[in-house]
């Protein structure tokens, strides 16, 4: 409805634009005049805009094309009549304006909330401009919280632009930039800095552009750039024209270290520019503009640039040493490149005459074709054929051998479609799960359009036992993998693998197998089953006695190339049935604790089922009898005695699902030698053979329950046909030992630990206290045995001090010196990660005022066990610690800890010590559960 001619209001308003329309509910214009003053204001719910000033409406645009042309008079004309008496100021904001805006251009996004002011002065000769801008962009081009402002007179005009962030392609972006352009009579200073997340870490640029009606000029002043973390100079001075019938480069090089780009006027051609590269590291440069393929090498050549303002053509011819493709070692290089705009095409000519990879490649690339941009042959002149690894996805690994043939690559570079066959020589591959390798001495790989054919071949493993292998793997373009495989052999090996392959299930194996490797990479299935026929010995950790906790699952890489974009990448799953018939030359060790080193070595059996996956967890089931071994306990990493696991007890160990509740049943026997009874009986009634006795006593530890946390009791009997074994007090006696726990442990682990009974006490009190400095796990003898040993000499010290406040307590570890020492530091070498020293810890403590000081004294023994190590550690470290604590609450949970602590340290090549003194505060709080 109009009320004047100064006032409109439209409602249920309609935009209509080349895809799609906009409805808004209402759009007021007016205008007024005071005092001379004109305004006019266009508002709606999505805009807010006003003009106000002295100002002629039909010369706004002249007012400003009057300034813009003193600026750049090359690209904008004078108006044919200068306004005079121009003084007014704009004002826009906007609140959801996105949707006007891409009724002309779909490609446009943003400008909400944008906020603009600007004013122009005839009178004064002057224009400005300020406007914040939260988020814009235009296909590619983006800014996030940019702010332009711009001032200007007649002759020149300053404009700067700072922002968040700024975006130049879709995968180039550039944080806090600042832009200053200083413009004036078609020359314009400029100065851009700004960082970056990507390999392109920082700009600094400057110099003068002038422009002219055919092209532009760039005079450099001194600016550079850091390219993963290397900074490139362009050095001050060097100039650029682009004209189109001047084409210059005088001065103007770009150096960090060694590496040059040094442009010049083409010697080949009149009007072109020369780019001459000098040992130029490839891949800083390659992986600015994609992540595939991985191209590195050392560069050097030149580059001819033609055609530059019209149809744009290059012609490059290259040196690459050192040339690598992926992961792949190639060698020396020779590339000849090419490019035309107006086609699109980019031919090349590789030659790669190596030893190891002697091929070549010819064909072209299409940038502006998006479906099929490749079209070319590899020739493999006896060339290692390891290339093709890397588009076949993880199942079979390390392919290798030697190479003859002629293959056509087409489609995309990521994914391409080979057609034609090669021949293979000597040629090995490794399949990922077991880790076994085979080894063909001749075959033909076939590629065509369903996929990968391997025929049928003979392997053979590496001490020549032989299998048959067929298979293929079918794709389109190595999209969407299926795999179709299998293999078959009367003996052979079958797995190969260690702890740092798979932690929860490892081993070797040889023997009559077959496996199948079937399904599509999103759901592989792979089934191997196994009749130990040769030998076996395969590694069962039980992780539950680890610190880190129980783990449920294998760790398995994922299978696929490396080709794809993250986004590309399917879930990948493999599933692996392992069926194994294990006869007696089958060994299996069962970790019970990597910490304590406690492990059973068991020869058996029995038929296994191991289901594993990358998504589900490891199932195991199946029985394994057991008929001979051995439990291998260390008491503290530095007494080591084995229990024999007794032929014919019926041990056993059961799975029914989770490997770590397996069923066991094991009694196992330690035979100390040479024992006298004198400290076991006292002066006891007994009969002089017992008296007398010295020699073999059993210790049979019997294990039930869960391999998680086993039932362990412990038991005494003597060698058979031994007098005392009849004699019915002693049998009694030895009765009623057992039926005590607490007292029987005790008398196991002075037989073990020190060969020798201990007084027999017969009690069952269990000295606790608040402060004890261990708690120690229990699943293991080793964990019995480091527990009771604690307490029998904390009770010993009771009984000589009578103070029984006192508390021993003894621990140790064997680790690897070279976790000491930082690889970037001292240079000293590090060996292979193997243990070479133990540390063993003794601790003494005792209370005061009522359990509410608490005294620990003590230190770490630390001595080498191996002579393999780099650094100079034969030398016994003592390692001594002082530690007081103050209880501080009636909860005991707050606690000041004054300390003086010496740990191991090293000084050049040499073990020393590093002491520290100080205090701290400490706060204990038990939960049921985090969360």
Same mark, same amino acid.
């Given at each position: 409805?109009? +009320?004047?001619?100064?006032?409109?209001?439209?409602?249920?308003?309609?935009?209509?634009?080349?895809?799609?329309?906009?409805?808004?509910?209402?759009?007021?214009?007016?205008?007024?005049?005071?005092?001379?003053?004109?305004?006019?204001?266009?508002?709606?719910?999505?805009?807010?805009?006003?003009?106000?000033?002295?100002?002629?409406?039909?010369?706004?645009?002249?007012?400003?094309?009057?300034?813009? /042309?003193?600026?750049?008079?090359?690209?904008?004309?004078?108006?044919?009549?200068?306004?005079?008496?121009?003084?007014?100021?704009?004002?826009?904001?906007?609140? !959801?304006?996105?949707?006007?805006?891409?009724?002309?251009?779909?490609?446009?996004?943003?400008?909400?909330?944008?906020?603009?002011?600007?004013?122009?002065?005839?009178?004064?000769? =002057?224009?400005?401009?300020? &406007?914040?801008?939260?988020?814009?962009?235009?296909?590619?081009?983006?800014?996030?919280?940019?702010?332009?402002?711009?001032?200007?007179?007649?002759?020149?005009?300053?404009?700067?632009?700072?922002?968040?962030?700024?975006?130049?392609?879709?995968?180039?972006?550039?944080?806090?930039?600042?832009?200053?352009?200083?413009?004036? %009579?078609?020359?314009?200073?400029?100065?851009?800095?700004?960082?970056?997340?990507?390999?392109?870490?920082?700009?600094?640029?400057?110099?003068?552009?002038?422009?002219?009606?055919?092209?532009?000029?760039?005079?450099?002043?001194?600016?550079?750039?850091?390219?993963?973390?290397?900074?490139?100079?362009?050095?001050?001075?060097?100039? *650029?024209?682009?004209?189109?019938?001047?084409? =210059?480069?005088?001065?103007?090089?770009?150096?960090?270290?060694?590496?040059?780009? #040094?442009?010049?006027?083409?010697?080949?051609?009149?009007?072109?520019? /020369?780019?001459?590269?000098?040992?130029?590291?490839?891949?800083?440069?390659?992986?600015?503009?994609?992540?595939?393929?991985?191209?590195?090498?050392?560069?050097?050549?030149?580059?001819?640039?033609?055609?530059?303002?019209?149809?744009?053509?290059?012609?490059?011819?290259?040196?690459?040493?050192?040339?690598?493709?992926?992961?792949?070692?190639?060698?020396?290089?020779?590339?000849?490149?090419? !490019?035309?705009?107006?086609?699109?095409?980019?031919?090349?000519?590789?030659?790669?005459?190596?030893?190891?990879?002697?091929?070549?490649?010819?064909?072209?690339?299409?940038?502006?074709?998006?479906?099929?941009?490749?079209?070319?042959?590899?020739?493999?002149?006896?060339?290692?054929?390891?290339?093709?690894?890397?588009?076949?996805?993880?199942?079979?690994?390390?392919?290798?051998?030697?190479?003859?043939?002629?293959?056509?690559?087409?489609?995309?570079?990521?994914?391409?479609?080979?057609?034609?066959?090669?021949?293979?020589?000597?040629?090995?591959?490794?399949?990922?799960?077991?880790?076994?390798?085979?080894?063909?001495?001749?075959?033909?790989?076939?590629?065509?359009?369903?996929?990968?054919?391997?025929?049928?071949?003979?392997?053979?493993?590496?001490?020549?036992?032989?299998?048959?292998?067929?298979?293929?793997?079918? =794709?389109?373009?190595?999209?969407?993998?299926? !795999?179709?495989?299998?293999?078959?052999?009367?003996?052979?090996?079958?797995?190969?693998?260690?702890?740092?392959?798979?932690?929860?299930?490892?081993?070797?194996?040889?023997?009559?197998?077959?496996?199948?490797?079937?399904?599509?990479?999103?759901?592989?299935?792979?089934?191997?089953?196994?009749?130990?026929?040769?030998?076996?010995?395969?590694?069962?950790?039980?992780?539950?006695?680890?610190?880190?906790?129980?783990?449920?699952?294998?760790?398995?890489?994922?299978?696929?190339?490396?080709?794809?974009?993250?986004?590309?990448?399917?879930?990948? %799953?493999?599933?692996?049935?392992?069926?194994?018939?294990?006869?007696?030359?089958?060994?299996?060790?069962?970790?019970?604790?990597?910490?304590?080193?406690?492990?059973?070595?068991?020869?058996?059996?029995?038929?296994?089922?191991?289901?594993?996956?990358?998504?589900?967890?490891?199932?195991?089931?199946?029985?394994? %009898?057991?008929?001979?071994?051995?439990?291998?306990? %260390?008491?503290?990493?530095?007494?080591?005695?084995?229990?024999?696991?007794?032929?014919?007890?019926?041990?056993?160990?059961?799975?029914?699902?989770?490997?770590?509740?397996?069923?066991?049943?094991?009694?196992?026997? +330690?035979?100390?030698?040479?024992?006298?009874?004198?400290?076991?009986?006292?002066?006891?009634? +007994?009969?002089?053979?017992?008296?007398?006795?010295?020699?073999?006593?059993?210790?049979?530890?019997?294990?039930?329950?869960?391999?998680?946390?086993?039932?362990?009791?412990?038991?005494?009997?003597?060698?058979?046909?031994?007098?005392?074994?009849?004699?019915?007090?002693?049998?009694?006696?030895?009765?009623?030992?057992?039926?005590?726990?607490?007292?029987?442990?005790?008398?196991? &682990?002075?037989?073990?630990?020190?060969?020798?009974?201990?007084? #027999?006490?017969?009690?069952?009190? =269990?000295?606790?206290?608040?402060?004890?400095?261990?708690?120690?796990?229990?699943?293991?003898?080793?964990?019995?045995?480091?527990?009771?040993?604690?307490?029998?000499?904390?009770?010993?010290?009771?009984? #000589?001090?009578?103070?029984?406040? *006192?508390?021993?307590?003894?621990?140790?570890?064997?680790?690897? &010196?070279?976790?000491?020492?930082?690889?970037?530091?001292?240079?000293?070498?590090?060996?292979?990660?193997?243990?070479?020293?133990?540390?063993?810890?003794?601790?003494?403590?005792?209370?005061?005022?009522?359990?509410?000081?608490? #005294?620990?004294?003590?230190?770490?023994?630390?001595?080498?066990?191996?002579?393999?190590?780099?650094?100079?550690?034969?030398?016994? /470290?003592?390692?001594?610690? *002082?530690?007081?604590?103050?209880?501080?609450?009636?909860?005991?949970? *707050?606690?000041?800890?004054?300390?003086?602590?010496? &740990?191991?340290?090293?000084?050049?090549?040499?073990?020393?010590?590093?002491?520290?003194?100080?205090?701290?505060?400490?706060?204990?709080?038990?939960?049921?559960?985090?969360?």
């Amino acid at each position: 409805m109009i +009320y004047n001619l100064r006032y409109a209001k439209f409602y249920k308003g309609n935009l209509k634009g080349e895809t799609s329309n906009l409805h808004f509910d209402s759009l007021t214009l007016a205008s007024s005049i005071q005092n001379g003053i004109k305004k006019i204001t266009i508002s709606s719910e999505d805009i807010n805009a006003s003009i106000t000033g002295k100002f002629n409406i039909i010369n706004l645009p002249a007012s400003v094309q009057y300034f813009m /042309q003193r600026y750049f008079p090359t690209y904008i004309n004078a108006p044919k009549h200068t306004p005079t008496n121009q003084d007014f100021t704009v004002q826009i904001k906007t609140n !959801y304006f996105e949707p006007y805006l891409r009724l002309f251009k779909k490609e446009i996004s943003g400008f909400n909330n944008l906020t603009l002011e600007g004013s122009l002065n005839s009178a004064k000769q =002057n224009i400005s401009l300020v &406007s914040n801008i939260p988020f814009a962009s235009w296909d590619s081009y983006l800014i996030k919280n940019g702010k332009i402002t711009s001032t200007g007179t007649k002759d020149s005009v300053h404009v700067n632009i700072i922002a968040a962030a700024i975006n130049i392609t879709d995968s180039t972006q550039f944080l806090q930039p600042n832009i200053s352009v200083h413009s004036s %009579n078609d020359h314009s200073n400029f100065s851009v800095f700004a960082l970056s997340k990507s390999a392109l870490e920082e700009i600094m640029l400057k110099g003068m552009i002038q422009t002219y009606n055919d092209g532009i000029s760039i005079k450099w002043q001194p600016s550079y750039f850091i390219l993963n973390q290397k900074k490139w100079n362009i050095n001050n001075l060097g100039s *650029l024209i682009l004209r189109k019938n001047n084409v =210059n480069a005088s001065n103007l090089t770009i150096t960090q270290g060694i590496q040059e780009f #040094v442009f010049s006027n083409s010697t080949v051609s009149e009007n072109a520019l /020369q780019l001459e590269m000098k040992n130029i590291i490839l891949g800083d440069f390659t992986k600015v503009f994609f992540s595939y393929p991985k191209l590195e090498g050392i560069t050097n050549g030149k580059i001819q640039f033609k055609n530059i303002l019209t149809d744009f053509e290059l012609d490059a011819k290259l040196k690459l040493a050192q040339f690598r493709f992926n992961a792949d070692s190639i060698g020396l290089a020779e590339l000849s490149i090419g !490019y035309q705009n107006s086609t699109g095409k980019v031919p090349f000519n590789l030659n790669c005459p190596n030893t190891e990879y002697n091929l070549a490649a010819i064909g072209s690339y299409n940038i502006k074709n998006d479906t099929s941009p490749l079209d070319a042959m590899l020739y493999m002149r006896h060339s290692k054929f390891s290339l093709v690894e890397q588009f076949i996805g993880g199942v079979l690994t390390h392919l290798d051998g030697k190479a003859n043939g002629a293959l056509h690559f087409g489609g995309r570079i990521e994914n391409p479609y080979l057609l034609g066959s090669a021949s293979l020589d000597k040629a090995s591959f490794i399949v990922d799960y077991t880790k076994v390798k085979y080894f063909m001495d001749s075959s033909v790989i076939s590629f065509n359009n369903e996929g990968i054919d391997f025929g049928t071949v003979g392997i053979r493993d590496s001490k020549n036992r032989k299998a048959v292998f067929k298979g293929k793997i079918l =794709n389109q373009g190595f999209k969407h993998l299926v !795999y179709d495989m299998e293999m078959s052999s009367p003996k052979i090996e079958m797995l190969n693998t260690n702890a740092i392959d798979n932690a929860n299930f490892y081993g070797q194996a040889v023997g009559k197998a077959s496996m199948t490797i079937k399904g599509p990479e999103e759901n592989i299935k792979m089934f191997i089953s196994a009749d130990v026929n040769d030998s076996a010995h395969i590694y069962l950790p039980n992780s539950t006695s680890k610190e880190s906790g129980k783990s449920d699952y294998i760790v398995f890489k994922k299978y696929g190339k490396t080709a794809k974009k993250n986004a590309d990448i399917p879930a990948y %799953n493999l599933v692996v049935d392992l069926e194994v018939t294990a006869n007696n030359k089958t060994k299996i060790d069962l970790i019970m604790d990597e910490l304590t080193g406690d492990v059973i070595k068991a020869v058996g059996n029995g038929r296994l089922k191991i289901r594993a996956g990358n998504i589900e967890p490891l199932t195991i089931r199946g029985k394994y %009898n057991i008929e001979s071994g051995k439990y291998d306990f %260390n008491f503290q990493s530095f007494i080591k005695k084995p229990f024999d696991l007794i032929p014919g007890a019926g041990n056993f160990i059961e799975w029914t699902g989770d490997p770590y509740e397996a069923d066991l049943h094991i009694d196992a026997r +330690y035979t100390a030698e040479r024992i006298s009874l004198n400290e076991l009986v006292g002066t006891g009634n +007994y009969s002089n053979a017992v008296r007398t006795y010295r020699g073999g006593v059993y210790v049979i530890a019997g294990l039930r329950n869960k391999l998680s946390k086993p039932d362990i009791k412990f038991s005494l009997a003597f060698p058979p046909g031994n007098p005392i074994s009849t004699d019915n007090e002693f049998s009694q006696f030895i009765a009623r030992l057992e039926r005590d726990e607490n007292e029987i442990l005790k008398q196991v &682990s002075f037989l073990i630990v020190f060969n020798s009974f201990a007084p #027999v006490s017969f009690s069952n009190s =269990n000295n606790t206290n608040a402060y004890t400095v261990t708690t120690i796990g229990i699943n293991t003898i080793s964990n019995l045995l480091t527990k009771e040993i604690n307490k029998s000499v904390t009770n010993i010290l009771d009984k #000589v001090t009578g103070d029984k406040s *006192l508390r021993f307590d003894i621990g140790s570890s064997v680790y690897n &010196s070279a976790n000491l020492i930082d690889p970037s530091g001292a240079g000293i070498a590090i060996n292979e990660n193997r243990i070479d020293r133990q540390r063993v810890n003794l601790k003494l403590g005792r209370s005061f005022l009522n359990d509410n000081i608490i #005294v620990n004294v003590g230190g770490d023994l630390d001595f080498n066990v191996r002579n393999t190590t780099s650094i100079q550690n034969g030398t016994f /470290q003592w390692l001594p610690d *002082l530690n007081i604590e103050f209880i501080l609450t009636r909860d005991r949970k *707050l606690r000041a800890i004054v300390f003086n602590r010496n &740990s191991l340290d090293i000084t050049g090549s040499s073990l020393g010590r590093r002491n520290r003194q100080g205090m701290s505060i400490s706060f204990r709080q038990d939960f049921d559960n985090l969360f």
